[in-house]
T-cell receptor
Framework: KAGVTQTPRYLIKTRGQQVTLSCSPI?????VSWYQQTPGQGLQFLFE???????NKGNFPGRFSGRQFSNSRSEMNVSTLELGDSALYLC??????????????FGPGTRLTVT | EDKVVQSPLSLVVHEGDTVTLNCSYE??????LLWYKQEKKAPTFLFML????IEKKSGRLSSILDKKELFSILNITATQTGDSAVYLC????????????FGKGTRLSVIA
């Protein structure tokens, strides 16, 4: 089975721009979660989608948004980029059978640098 | 406020040493604690612990949970350079489907 894929792997943007990141979960997985990882804050939960619906949302401003398509692929969008948005953005998928969080598989991440 | 705290933040050891990584938590309605290893980018799952006092073991890695004292340890014996990574602890708590809360991780460097 192919793993979780994320595109692009690296991205450089300037302040004020917007960015869209993509995540393709493992085939058959319907739950996709997004995390932001920075050296200072560690891994922080952004949001989770299940069957095209946002099921959970972390404490991030409204500039961060996401969506999930019928094929379970997910995108997250960050508008009006700030320097502090520079981070590794990780996507994780799970089959959501009984909410098996321990079977949450992570993608390789997208390294976003905002200048 | 719920939180997960890992210590130490970083650690340098020599090959063959034994290391103990700590994770303490303060959450309401604890459900499980998970350990992940992050080498380059994607964290990979190591253990899930739900019951106190039961050791989970996988090769040279083992972990145990103390629900009374609200902490877990991850032990690595006979360390190898390939164990160099960031080790993340995450806690599942509250109602079902509540997102995981992660600690900031412990960066382990094993030198030859």
């Amino acid at each position: 089975k192919a793993g979780v894929t994320q595109t692009p792997r690296y991205l450089i943007k300037t302040r004020g721009q917007q960015v869209t990141l993509s995540c393709s979960p493992i085939s058959g997985h319907r739950s996709v979660s997004w995390y932001q990882q920075t050296p200072g804050q560690g891994l922080q939960f952004l949001f989770e989608y299940f069957s095209e619906t946002q099921r959970n949302k972390g404490n991030f401003p409204g500039r961060f948004s996401g969506r999930q398509f019928s094929n379970s692929r997910s995108e997250m969008n960050v508008s009006t980029l700030e320097l502090g948005d520079s981070a590794l953005y990780l996507c994780a998928s799970s089959s959501d059978l009984g909410r098996a969080l321990y079977e949450q598989y992570f993608g390789p991440g997208t390294r976003l640098t905002v200048t | 406020e719920d939180k997960v705290v890992q210590s130490p933040l970083s650690l340098v050891v020599h090959e063959g040493d034994t290391v103990t990584l700590n994770c303490s938590y303060e959450v309401t309605n604890f459900r499980s604690l998970l350990w992940y290893k992050q080498e380059k980018k994607a964290p990979t799952f190591l253990f899930m612990l739900t019951s106190s006092g039961i050791e989970k073991k996988s090769g040279r890695l083992s972990s145990i949970l103390d629900k009374k004292e609200l902490f877990s340890i991850l032990n690595i014996t006979a360390t190898q350079t390939g164990d160099s990574a960031v080790y993340l602890c995450a806690v599942e708590f509250g109602l079902i489907n509540t997102p995981l809360v992660f600690g900031k991780g412990t960066r382990l460097s094993v030198i030859a």
